[in-house]
């Protein structure tokens, strides 16, 4: 019961995130997807959100379902951006999060 | 006497505690999966449609763009049509909601039996009919005459329940579950029945299916076409929530026990595969639909049946 409890906090924190994802995407950028840069803030924030969702064990001091619902919200707020924004920022958010899971725990 | 008499009060308080928070724990379980059931359907057919956009070169609409629709119709008018059936055209709404939620307590919440589950499918297919024809739209119509004509299409539906059942003796789904823990998964087993079931999860997709004469886009929104407001927002709930369901008991039937992480895994791959055949594959007109089906759902039958007698 309590695990369904968490799933549904993440599943929350992924709507919520990509609300205020598409929100603030839309003041941002007011024309279509074309130009094709990245976006240093979005980086950011996909970077730390999949840090935190997938490497919670890093962080001891913060319970782990903290970490993952912050860091679902952080990475629902970068792929819930206008369309077309910020999927590159995911992809590199992901990869960076997936090496270091690989060096903690495959290599280690 | 007088501690024996505090002491059965007391007792007997604890007694109704227990029983009131194992209702209690029922209710919080059945609210918990609807809630979960709804949230990751839309969000899965927002996913679906990405994948879909991606395929045809176009950026998409967000991934929560259907649980947006669904939300936006909750704060829309409510208009009736003239010819609508009344109060069956509102009760049909109802109705189409209460199944899916029944679904969700047999399946995830109390694990019961798959014919029941397999019933609300066969439900599902009258609740189609009647939405259809309740509302009086020529579009709805042609939608429940399809969802009569498209019955004959469920027939892989009732053929896995048969060849699973052959095959692990049992139609509860702990018991399917506790069959494929010792003998592995159905989906290796059985190739040809998981082939037949994700049909049959074409079949029911939203978005641009190729088997889904009922809500084929030549006949606009088919049998939802006249729901409006409320009611609209009532049918979308309930077909993310079948959405949800079809995948969950996709994977319980043919995977086993699996955690919630392999739940969604599981879910988001076979939804990305449907998105792509969707993409790819022309929508149907209703004859070929069904012979596409039908045909599929011999060889499947033949082929399973054969596998388990003969290998």
Redesign the interface.
């Known amino acids: 019961?309590d695990?369904?409890?968490f799933?549904?906090i993440y599943?929350?924190a992924?709507?919520i995130g990509?609300?205020i994802g598409?929100v603030l995407s839309y003041k941002k950028y007011t024309e279509?997807?074309i130009r094709k840069n990245i976006d240093i803030t979005a980086l950011a924030i996909a970077i730390i959100g999949w840090l935190l969702a997938l490497n919670f064990a890093l962080i001891p001091v913060i319970p782990y379902y903290i970490s993952i619902t912050m860091g679902v919200f952080l990475i629902a707020m970068v792929?819930?951006m206008?369309?077309?924004y910020g999927r590159y920022e995911t992809v590199i958010g992901f990869a960076v999060a997936g090496i270091i899971w690989i060096l903690r725990t495959v290599l280690s | 006497m007088v501690i024996e008499f505090r002491i059965k009060k007391c007792r007997h308080i604890i007694t109704l505690n227990l029983i009131g928070e194992k209702k209690m724990n029922l209710m919080a379980d059945i609210l918990l999966n609807v809630t979960v059931a709804f949230l990751v359907g839309s969000i899965l057919f927002g996913l679906q449609r990405k994948v879909m956009a991606r395929i045809q070169m176009r950026p998409g609409p967000p991934i929560i763009q259907h649980m947006l629709h669904t939300l936006k119709f909750f704060i829309k008018e409510t208009v009736f049509p003239r010819t609508a059936a009344m109060p069956f055209y509102v009760a049909i709404t109802v109705i189409l909601c209460a199944i899916w939620v029944a679904a969700v307590i047999i399946g995830p919440v109390t694990h019961g039996p798959l014919l029941l589950l397999f019933a609300i499918f066969a439900i599902h297919k009258i609740v189609e009919h009647n939405a259809g024809s309740s509302s009086g739209s020529p579009y709805g119509k042609l939608s429940c005459v399809r969802a009569v004509f498209s019955a004959a299409a469920e027939l892989p539906l009732f053929a896995v329940l048969i060849i699973v059942f052959i095959q692990t003796g049992t139609m509860d789904l702990n018991g399917i579950i506790a069959y494929q823990a010792e003998h592995g998964a159905l989906l290796f087993t059985l190739p040809l029945t998981a082939m037949m079931f994700i049909a049959l999860i074409i079949s029911k997709s939203y978005y641009y299916s190729p088997l889904n004469i009922t809500l084929a886009r030549d006949i606009v929104s088919g049998f939802e076409t006249e729901h409006f407001g409320t009611l609209r927002g009532f049918i979308m709930i309930s077909e993310a929530i079948t959405w949800y369901m079809l995948l969950w008991i996709f994977l319980t039937v043919f995977l086993g026990a699996l955690t919630p992480i392999e739940y969604l895994i599981g879910m988001v791959i076979l939804t990305a595969i449907v998105g792509l055949i969707n993409a790819v594959t022309p929508i149907l007109n209703p004859n070929h639909s069904i012979m596409t089906e039908v045909t599929l759902a011999f060889i499947g039958i033949v082929g399973s049946l054969l596998m388990i007698f003969f290998l």
Do not use: A, K
Request: aromatic share 16%; proline share 10%; hydrophobic share 55%.
């Open positions: 019961m695990n369904q409890i799933y549904l599943v929350l992924f709507v990509s609300i598409l279509p997807f792929i819930g206008r369309p077309g």
